[in-house]
């Protein structure tokens, strides 16, 4: 009778700790972290391989966003024309310029971005080659320079800004080109403007698998996690000037849906 209960109570707890610790899964659930959280464990540093050293064709379907030569399908989002340097195939962050955004609006699509940080190492945290790829204006794949450089998990290269880190650090060293290859779903609302599918991230950095298929708890936003509201279909994509000469190249994309 004593051992029953004993084992009754131990069963209990068991089943509180399975109910209250995140499993593996879980652990990668914004909703199990604050925004920024300082205590959210770094993700473990894989090597990739080599960066390409010519700027990887675009498929035959593609739309180029950016083919190396002049930023004529670029604005700023005041509609003026886009004033980041262009030069030897590549645009370069005009720092205090602000961030340029695309003349058309794209929904879901499957996109490709190279892009570097300077190979002169200044700063720290995200204070170091910082920029972003936004996708529908609303949505950061955070760019940062993560070469043996500690920020908050959520924030470091790769990440969905403030809600998941990557899986690992496949960055390669400053002066390097990085490779994004990114899949996004849109989200959908409904006639009141709920929200009725999240939008969704599958992201490879250098060729690997850093997202995989995440779901958005909103719009990314630095130590907020704001709620979802309703917008277009279609939005501009935007290259965020976060005051450091980050640059990009070979920007292609193909819509889906
Ligand atoms: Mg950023």
Request: aromatic fraction near 10%; include cysteine; charged fraction near 20%.
């Amino acid at each position: 009778m004593r051992f029953s209960l004993v084992l009754r109570f131990s069963i209990l707890c068991i089943l509180g700790l399975a109910l209250s610790v995140p499993s593996n899964a879980q652990s990668r659930n914004p909703i199990y972290w604050d925004v920024h959280d300082s205590t959210r464990a770094h993700p473990p540093v894989v090597e990739p391989g080599p960066a390409p050293a010519e700027p990887q064709s675009p498929p035959s379907d593609a739309t180029v966003l950016f083919g190396g030569e002049t930023l004529d399908g670029w604005e700023h989002p005041d509609g003026s024309a886009a004033s980041w340097v262009v030069e030897n195939g590549y645009m370069q962050v005009k720092p205090g310029s602000g961030s340029i955004q695309t003349k058309e609006e794209f929904g879901s699509v499957q996109l490709h971005v190279e892009w570097m940080v300077p190979s002169s190492v200044e700063g720290e945290g995200q204070d170091r080659g910082n920029s972003g790829v936004f996708l529908m204006s609303n949505y950061e794949v955070q760019v940062l320079d993560s070469h043996e450089n500690q920020t908050y998990a959520d924030g470091q290269a790769a990440a969905i800004y403030g809600q998941y880190p990557p899986l690992v650090n496949a960055m390669r060293p400053q002066g390097e080109w990085q490779v994004y290859d990114i899949v996004f779903h849109r989200p959908h609302f409904d006639g009141n403007g709920t929200v009725i599918t999240p939008a969704t991230f599958t992201v490879y950095h250098n060729g690997v698998l850093v997202q995989d298929h995440v779901e958005l708890t909103g719009p990314t936003a630095w130590k907020d996690r704001p709620p979802y509201e309703a917008h277009a279909s279609e939005l501009p994509i935007q290259l965020q000037d976060h005051d450091h000469p980050v640059r990009f190249r070979n920007i292609w994309l193909r819509e889906l849906e």
